[in-house]
């Protein structure tokens, strides 16, 4: 008889086990296959989206067209010391970016429950793919620097006995010129010639730099413009605006400098301020497909962010902050390097507070 009554109650102990693990099921399909949220309106997200497009736009040109509109006032010329706090306040929002938005959402996606327990919680691969990025800059940096720096001393050297000497100091500049390592004896043999052989470095920090901000505002604009949650989009909108305006005025410092022609000035102009909005229209497009938590998109984003967060860090520490502070202008004046450092703080503070939000 016991044996009959436990048979009997084998099958209500199995129902019972499993309508237990079914809601769970449920909750981690809905976490990760689609969005489950009252602020979840698709018609109510459009007009939002289509704000956050012309709004970003707007902000995304001003930021980075006013350093070179304003080259005309005297202080903000690039040899005067408000220029070099300005770069530095932007140097610290890029690198901010890089640490507070970029880098922790990389990490929540690539350990994202949606996703497998093997290899991605595993192994940290956000941290790895980033330092490989670094790196990969690193490489791409030193040897652009190199190229540019061999075809800008063609035919520009006098032919007299000191040749040798002002080819290898000039060629110690160019290559040093970002981090510091500069050589009076060439300035003195050759009227300028820092600032000749700045150029090419300059031009590759530019080109760089502009690369990785584009990826990151790509990235962003497509998860702007996929997502329906109408109170996610409001406080984002604003935050990003902030952001790419102060970002595009360090690219735009960084063009200035470069020296570039009209045409290639209005093309960095461009390519910038239309990456984040032409990332919210492919967003929009691909709503339908496009699934956030999906364990396709998790990866694929996560991996470009933590790519981006690479560059841009690599770029606001190496290329922009140890550049300027290591150079000569700054290690001449303390009290200029402070006011630069400070400037830095804050610019890296604003955009760590902005990170609530975006």
Known sequence: MATKSHLKLTPIIFIIFISIL??????????CGSETNSCNDKSGAVPLKVIAITSILVTSMIGVSLPLVTRSIPALHPDRNLFVIVKCFAAGIILATGFMHVLPDSF??????CLKENPWHKFPFSGFVAMLSAIVTLMVDSMATSIYSKRCRTGV???NGTVAAVEVDQEMAAVGAGHGHFHAHSHDIVKGGNEDSQLPRYRVVAMVLELGIIVHSVVIGLSLGASNNTCTIKGLVAALCFHQMFEGMGLGGCILQAEYKFMKKAIMVFFFSTTTPFGIAIGMALTKSYKENSPRS?????????????LLIYMALVDLLAADFMGPKLQRSIKLQIKSYMAVLLGAGGMSVLAKWA
């Not at 769970?24 to 976490?31: A, K, N, Y």
Request: hydrophobic residues 35%; glycine residues 6%; proline residues 6%.
């Open 22 to 31: 079914t809601p769970q099921v449920h909750s981690q399909s809905d976490e």
């Open 108 to 113: 929540d996606m690539l350990s994202s429950n």
């Open 157 to 159: 050297i006098p032919d």
């Open 298 to 310: 998790l990866i694929t984003v996560g991996l470009l962010n933590a790519s981006s967060a690479g």
